[in-house]
């Protein structure tokens, strides 16, 4: 288990660069409020805490869909399974700093509620 943490950890170092120069400093998509028809609304959006780590929810079959930096401090994870999406923050080891171990914190975007009994 820690072989297959450190290598995601590798293989999100190496990507990070990479992703990195592929962005671009101006959004293409319309801002919310903008006098468009492209222009959508802000809606608010749960974002439910899991207790459950990266690497737990990767071993339950989570896969991972989409990749992004995360403000400087991290990797943000989309991840996808049986109509659940979940975003996770990975935060590497920093030198300049007291973390010494890779950490993660993660969000459910949607609850699959459980199929009720005699409907």
């Keep these: 288990m820690k072989?297959?943490?450190?290598?995601?950890?590798?293989a999100c170092c190496l990507i990070t660069p990479v992703s990195g120069m592929a962005e671009t400093t101006n959004d293409f998509?319309?801002?919310a409020g903008a006098k468009s028809p492209y222009s959508p609304q802000?809606?608010?959006?749960?974002?439910?805490?899991?207790s459950d780590s990266l690497d737990t929810l990767l071993n339950k079959g989570f896969q991972i869909i989409a990749t992004s930096g995360y403000?400087?401090?991290?990797i943000l994870?989309?991840?996808?399974?049986q109509k659940q999406h979940?975003?996770?923050?990975l935060t590497t080891p920093n030198s300049q700093s007291d973390q010494n171990v890779p950490t993660?914190?993660?969000?459910?975007?949607?609850?699959?509620?459980a199929a009720s009994s005699g409907k």
């Design 3 to 10: 072989i297959q943490l450190f290598s995601l950890i590798a």
């Design 42 to 50: 802000d809606i608010p959006t749960t974002l439910k805490p899991m």
């Design 86 to 89: 979940v975003l996770c923050v």
């Design 29 to 31: 998509l319309p801002e």
């Design 104 to 113: 993660s914190r993660c969000w459910s975007l949607n609850v699959i509620a």
């Design 71 to 74: 403000a400087n401090s991290g």
């Design 77 to 81: 994870f989309t991840l996808s399974f």
